[in-house]
């Protein structure tokens, strides 16, 4: 062989660097599922070169077609505890390619790619010597100066800020890249969890992606609130104001059903409630509750589980009473509004309602009481009136029914 012929160790070097290039695209289409996506740039080879440094990953590379499976699972650890600095920065840049690929065609692919890039840079930011080292060798001097120096560092919080961005600009149009975003800053613990982040950058990140699901949220919610607040001042909350909250359940399904729109719901539905309450407009009930009564539901289930919550209890216990506006049967109203007690044993509103929908049970069953089950029809509406009567004892109705209660004992006597 002659010495322009001779293979040298460039040679086999600029081979390998090709071979992994051609499995990096691969490697990228796997991830986003698109045999169209757009291709990494060639420097995103450098991926293979630092998966290749794990530990049994020859086996992984010595097999004849390169399974991209195993790749994925050494990409996408429980923990990426002892993971090289240099490998955590190729997985934090190529997890946050794939999720931008991913936002629109499959969002919870996007969620979960977002999880691992944010991981991967709270991971490295951890390590702390190798971006100081690569911004070194990039900016040379100016490397050390202190907001440079922060900036290598932040890499993890810069993109739970421009994730913030993203939600925030998207919120008012519920558009589904900023579902994506809220979706990726609610799955920051499970980041932290992965890079074994320490608690000072825990609190911090939770404190981050906490504001920034916040003010996007604020910002979907922002123009119902502003029409709420116009149909109150032109007293149409019957109207314009129904029409007004029609979109709560959409915001709440665009923000992977957060309690603060839960909050917002009963907040500003209550007026309205009243309002009709107040007409008595009563089949516009279902208007109101029809569609957004899972929100009203999700939040009781809150409440009742963390009594933390106990301020939006009589909200919560409120609003199981306005829905005995909606059902069609007695036994679903006395249902609703032991419901209503139960997560507001105080709730005097639910309290006098219940006793009064005992109180129509009990002369229901006195007045259809048939001549063989006089005693038991009987007992049980003494039952159901002294239950009444311990819930809201200055009840009107009470009156009423305890004397017929005492003629149909006289009846029965007689008979």
Not at 13 to 36: I, M, Q, S, Y
Not at 171 to 178: D, I, P, T, V, Y
Not at 191 to 197: E, N, R, S, V
Request: charged share 30%.
């Amino acid at each position: 062989m002659t010495p322009e012929m001779t293979w040298r160790p460039e040679d086999e070097a600029l081979l390998l660097r090709l071979e992994d290039e051609a499995l990096g695209e691969r490697l990228h289409r796997f991830h986003v599922g698109n045999a169209r996506a757009a291709k990494p740039p060639p420097r995103a080879s450098g991926l293979l070169a630092e998966l290749r440094k794990l530990p049994r990953a020859d086996e992984v590379f010595a097999e004849k077609e390169v399974s991209l499976e195993k790749l994925g699972h050494a990409m996408a650890p429980d923990s990426y505890v002892g993971y090289p600095p240099a490998l955590l920065h190729h997985l934090a840049i190529h997890f946050y390619r794939v999720a931008g690929q991913l936002e629109l065609e499959r969002p919870s692919g996007a969620v979960e790619a977002y999880r691992l890039s944010l991981a991967a840079f709270f991971a490295l930011a951890q390590e702390g010597a190798y971006l100081g080292a690569l911004a070194d060798a990039v900016l040379g001097a100016d490397a050390r100066k202190p907001e440079l120096s922060r900036a290598s560092q932040d890499l993890a919080f810069d993109l739970l800020e421009r994730l913030g961005q993203q939600a925030s600009e998207g919120a008012r149009k519920l558009s589904g890249e900023a579902s994506v975003a809220l979706a990726a800053l609610g799955g920051v613990e499970r980041a932290l969890d992965c890079a074994g982040a320490k608690d000072a950058v825990r609190q911090r990140a939770r404190s981050v992606a906490e504001r920034a699901r916040a003010n996007a949220i604020d910002e979907a919610l922002a123009p119902i609130g502003e029409a709420l607040d116009d149909a109150n001042s032109a007293n149409e909350l019957t109207t314009r104001g129904i029409e007004a909250l029609r979109p709560v359940p959409q915001v709440w399904e665009w923000c992977q059903r957060d309690e603060a729109v839960e909050r917002f719901f009963v907040e500003r539905a209550e007026p309205v409630c009243w309002e009709l309450q107040r007409r008595r407009e009563w089949d516009r009930f279902s208007l109101v509750l029809g569609d957004s009564w899972k929100l009203v539901e999700s939040l009781t289930a809150r409440v009742e589980r963390d009594r933390g919550r106990i301020a939006y209890a009589a909200a919560c216990a409120q609003f199981f009473v306005f829905y005995t506006n909606v059902v069609h049967t007695l036994e679903r109203q006395i249902a609703l509004c032991r419901r209503a007690i139960a997560a507001c044993p105080s709730h005097r509103n639910g309290r006098a309602v219940l006793a009064s929908f005992l109180c129509q049970k009990a002369r229901r069953m006195l007045d259809g009481m048939q001549l063989l089950t006089q005693a038991s029809s009987i007992r049980e509406a003494e039952l159901l009136v002294a239950e009444a009567r311990a819930l809201f004892p200055a009840l009107r109705e009470l009156e009423e029914t305890e004397a017929l209660l005492q003629a149909k004992r006289g009846l029965r006597l007689l008979g």
